[in-house]
């Protein structure tokens, strides 16, 4: 719940209330938990646990944030429409043909994704859990088939390596770090790095960067904002 923060899609965060309660294998590392937990005896946590609302003055933040967009916001007749999932962490394979498709043949009137864009990442933290390049890989190449905006956002603590020489991964020293393969079934086995198999490697969020295959997809969704020029 702040103001300013570090997501790399983003530059301003702001929370309603204190309080969750796990819902999948994506909460598992929940450092909100943590939070309350640390700071409130985790009163706030869990089903039926009464939510901590915030202040006043907290709520009106975002309006003082938007003062100045809301300048121009008698220049913009025309509701944001923008819809994007935020898939992280990234535990698994996802098809999102329902959503964005492309459905039909080319020769077919297209409908429009339902979707305008992806940010994808891997998980960080203690206990943080690899994410499949496979898996990233996927939802990059459904994206460019349907026009959605991808934006991969991290990897995580757990990078992709390779033990086979010349590589285009990066070749590290496997005494000093802790690896584990992905099996054939994407099964994640956590006992050393396998030649054979996907071998991920925990050296971190930093050094694990932010690039998949090679490149930094930093697309973001399309915005439905009107030009100045329309509203005049
Ligand atoms: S990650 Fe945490 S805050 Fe987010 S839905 Fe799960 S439990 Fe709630």
Redesign the pocket.
Known sequence: MGALTAIEWTDMTWSPWEG?????P??DH????SMNHWLRRGENWGPGAQRRIYSDAHWAKPARWNESAARIDKLIDAPVNTRFLSMEPLLGPVNLYDWIGPWGTPNELQAPPMIDGIFVGGESGRGARPMHPSWARSLRDQCTAAGVAYHFKQWGEWAPGNLFPGSDLIERDRGKIQSGFFDYNENWNPLGPDPFCQTMDRIGKKAAGRELDGRIHDDFPRLTVPLLSDAE
């Open positions: 969750c309660q796990k819902v999948g994506c909460c929940c450092y909100a938990e």
